[in-house]
């Protein structure tokens, strides 16, 4: 394909893609840092939310996923994906203890739409 568009959507409720830089792995970290304040685990012990019945670390995973989004439309351009120099495509797991290193997969399903 030489130029379109590339679609990414992830089939999950406490995952995320997103575009940032990908340059200094410190910027993984301080997005980390930075969900984590906008939304504490302990939001789940202190009775704030409900939906505890898979793990305390679940509902605020809920939470930073639709913050972040589930989707990503990328232009395609000369056959190559047109990111900007510094960025990269981030998965972004919310979940300590259940999420991708706890045990689940994660799919992502990519959609092609363009011209040779």
């Not at 995320?16 to 930075?34: G, H, K, Q, W, Y």
């Not at 302990?42 to 793990?55: I, R, S």
């Not at 000369?78 to 045990?103: D, F, M």
Request: hydrophobic share 35%; proline share 3%.
């Amino acid at each position: 394909m030489k130029i379109g568009m590339a679609n990414l959507f992830i089939q999950h409720t406490s995952a995320s893609l997103t575009i940032n830089e990908n340059a200094d792995p410190d910027v993984r970290r301080d997005m980390e840092v930075a969900l984590n304040k906008i939304c504490p685990g302990e939001w789940t012990k202190d009775g704030t939310f409900d939906h505890t019945m898979e793990g305390e670390d679940d509902m605020p995973g809920h939470v930073k996923s639709s913050l972040m989004g589930v989707s990503l439309n990328i232009p395609i351009k000369n056959g190559r994906l047109a990111l900007g120099t510094w960025q990269g495509i981030y998965l972004n797991e919310h979940r300590n203890q259940g999420g991708w290193g706890g045990g689940h997969t994660r799919r992502i399903i990519i959609t092609l739409q363009g011209q040779s």
